[in-house]
């Protein structure tokens, strides 16, 4: 089945640099690739997410690419700031599901060093 | 997000006990599943639901039963709970544009 593997687990930045946090996934077949924002304490919510057709993705300080042929993909944030301090998680849809089924990574926490 | 909401919201038992989380979205989503949240280990699936009376195993059922009569609900119950049950649960739902909503969780002690 479809394994997600994130690095790095942790990542600490100065606030108004950029960080930078990546995937791979092993089923080539997978189509969508979310990634979810979890503040302490809260749930985790949809912040950006890209479809195997586009390449990148961008939403204000945040963007997403894809290389599909490598099958990697990254968050990267730029001009961070003290509220980007939260775990992401990245995510892929395994391609034979019909179920809307997504496999997550195991997280990366980062904090911004004011 | 007050459209999913969990219950009970914290929850203290011990091994061997049934438990029954519940889980009620008001979009009539389609899809529902269930993760368990553990450190180190990101969000894993239990179990999924594609539609009312169809439900399938994720990555993580063992130890566990789910249901889902109607659309709207879907309870997931520990039959003999364990220690290493003990986590934070969340429920999700999707419709077919993929994007999950999350409840706010049940954390689940297992004494």
């Known amino acids: 089945g479809e394994n997600v593997e994130q690095h790095p687990s942790t990542l600490s930045v100065q606030e108004g640099d950029s960080a930078v946090i990546k995937c791979t996934y092993s089923d080539s077949a997978s189509n969508y690739f979310p990634w979810y924002k979890q503040e302490l304490g809260k749930r985790p919510q949809l912040i950006i997410d890209?479809?195997?057709?586009?390449g990148e993705k961008k939403d204000q300080r945040i963007a997403v690419t894809l290389n599909k042929t490598a099958k990697h993909f990254s968050l990267h944030i730029t001009e961070t700031q003290p509220e980007d301090s939260a775990v992401y998680f990245c995510?892929?849809?395994?391609?034979?599901?019909?179920?809307?089924?997504?496999?997550f990574g195991s997280g990366t926490r980062l904090s911004i060093r004011p | 997000d007050a459209g999913i909401t969990q219950s009970p919201r914290y929850k203290i038992t011990e091994t061997g006990r049934q438990v029954t989380l519940m889980c009620h979205q008001t979009w009539s989503h389609s899809y529902m599943f269930w993760y368990r949240q553990d450190l180190g280990h990101g969000l894993r699936l239990i179990y999924y639901s594609a539609a009312a009376d169809i439900t399938d195993k994720g990555e993580v059922p063992d130890g566990y039963v789910v249901s889902r009569s109607k659309t709207e609900n879907f309870p997931l119950t520990l039959e003999s709970a364990t220690r290493s049950q003990t986590s934070v649960y969340f429920c999700?739902?999707?419709?077919?544009?993929?994007?999950?909503?999350f409840g706010p969780g049940t954390r689940l002690t297992v004494l």
């Open positions: 999700a739902s999707s419709d077919y544009s993929n994007e999950q909503f």
């Open positions: 995510a892929a849809t395994p391609g034979y599901s019909s179920a809307s089924k997504i496999i």
């Open positions: 890209i479809r195997s057709n586009v």
